[in-house]
């Protein structure tokens, strides 16, 4: 099946400063996804994008499909403390496949 | 709106105990049903889907097994735990293939 490679594995920030990760794939996908997961609880839904090329911004994130059809990426700006947690990229076509995650820990 | 409900939130479960946990979706009819194990707070491994009642599609062979008895209801079982069983188990449901997925909080399970 469709392998998603998710990168950087882990990433410790200052507060403030601005995060970037990103997801690829050797397949193609009609939609990808970007989660949050805090510490015991499920992934949340953060962006959806559904369209090749398209921007979407919520917040502070920002994702873009890639043109491709087979990456995405996430971009955080001036992250706070709250932004801990790890962030999981996923992409769909019949069913879904999830990246590995990035955990993301951000120092005050 | 749609909400969907895990319990229970945490189990410690002896070796060879049998397993249940459940999970329904309130809001939405006919949902496609998941349930995931992620271990070490890392990735996400699906362990089975259904698209309706009934209906249980397993990726991964293991001793656990999962049923829908009801169109909003899916539960997950073991006749008997193995101490590889531990982990975070969630339950997750979709309108469709191509909605996105929307998770439970989770259950964490220990199998001491």
């Known amino acids: 099946g469709q392998q998603l490679n998710q990168s950087p594995q882990s990433m410790f920030i200052q507060e403030g400063e601005d995060v970037s990760m990103n997801c690829t794939s050797s397949?193609?996908?009609?939609?990808w996804l970007w989660y949050k997961q805090d510490p015991g609880e499920g992934p949340v839904l953060l962006i959806a994008?559904?369209?090749?090329?398209e921007l979407t911004s919520n917040g502070r994130l920002t994702a873009q499909f890639g043109i491709t059809r087979k990456d995405s990426f996430l971009n955080i700006s001036a992250s706070i403390p709250s932004d801990v947690g790890i962030y999981f990229c996923?992409?769909?076509?019949?069913?879904?496949?999830f990246g590995a995650g990035t955990r993301l820990t951000v120092k005050p | 709106s749609q909400t969907i409900h895990q319990w229970p939130a945490t189990l410690v479960q002896p070796v060879g105990s049998p397993l249940s946990l459940e999970c329904t979706v309130e809001?939405?009819?006919?949902?496609?049903l998941y349930w995931y194990r992620q271990a070490a707070g890392r990735g996400l491994q699906l362990l089975f889907y259904?698209?309706?009642?009934?209906?249980i599609s397993s990726e991964v062979p293991q001793n656990l097994s999962a049923s829908r008895p009801q169109d909003r209801q899916f539960i997950l079982s073991s006749k008997k735990l193995l101490l590889s069983d531990s982990g975070f188990y969630l339950c997750?449901?979709?309108?469709?293939?191509?909605?996105?997925?929307?998770f439970g909080n989770g259950t964490r399970l220990t199998v001491t």
């Open positions: 997750a449901w979709s309108s469709d293939s191509n909605s996105p997925l929307h």
């Open positions: 397949s193609i996908f009609n939609t």
């Open positions: 994008l559904y369209k090749a090329g």
């Open positions: 996923a992409g769909q076509l019949n069913d879904m496949r």
């Open positions: 809001g939405t009819s006919n949902p496609n």
């Open positions: 259904s698209v309706g009642i009934g209906q």
